[in-house]
């Protein structure tokens, strides 16, 4: 997924001015990385809103965006990292990553669980997540959601590891493939 995200330059920098950013109702942000010619970090105003449905989009933090800026051209990147306000939930600082498009990058990507196990069915048992999501390392524009994992099949005592998925050309995992993403185990007795 691609999104598009209008910013604004900001020639001054430190915490007074991102405090003045943030009652302005935009929030202040720095894009880098090593990508073309400009290489400096620049800072960046965003809007609050646009980059909160950016980042509760399916893809999340994982959506490449396309940064446009007033009279000058586009930059695409990918969120680095964000800051949130603990109480009000408000973004208070973001960093945007440039990214080249023809080099391979790794990103996290959750696993997504589909079907009931016949495990749990019919044995009683148990369907426990030992890993939520997965390093892959791909092309930018390559990037996936999530990766799909089919659990219908599996009894008690059995469980799916990296390796078991169903790999895609575009992408390779980055994590080593005999860990575990789900299994089903006997629920513990009580005492």
């Known amino acids: 997924m691609e999104a598009i995200l209008e910013v604004t330059p900001r020639e001054t920098i430190g915490k ?29 105003a965003v809007d609050p809103k ?9 893809s999340g933090a994982n959506t490449l965006i396309s940064l446009r800026v007033p009279g000058g051209g586009d930059t695409r990147v990918l969120v680095k990292e964000y800051q949130l306000d603990p109480i009000s939930h408000d973004v208070l600082h973001a960093d945007f990553y440039r990214v080249a498009m023809d080099r391979a990058l790794q990103v996290t990507i959750p696993v997504i669980v589909k079907g009931e196990p016949r495990g749990v069915k019919q044995q009683g048992g148990i369907l426990e997540f030992v890993r939520r999501e997965i390093v892959v390392e791909c092309l930018p524009a390559d990037i996936p959601e999530h990766v799909e994992v089919d659990v219908t099949e599996l009894m008690v005592h059995q469980g799916i590891r990296i390796r078991d998925v169903a790999t895609n050309p575009r992408w390779k995992s980055v994590t080593d493939a005999d860990t575990m993403l789900v299994h089903v185990i006997l629920p513990r007795a009580e005492e």
């Open 16 to 44: 007074n001015e991102a405090r003045r950013t943030r009652r302005a109702g935009k929030v202040p942000a720095v894009v880098y990385g090593a990508s073309g010619e400009n290489k400096a970090p620049q800072p960046i």
């Open 50 to 58: 646009a980059l909160l449905k950016i980042l509760h989009s399916e």
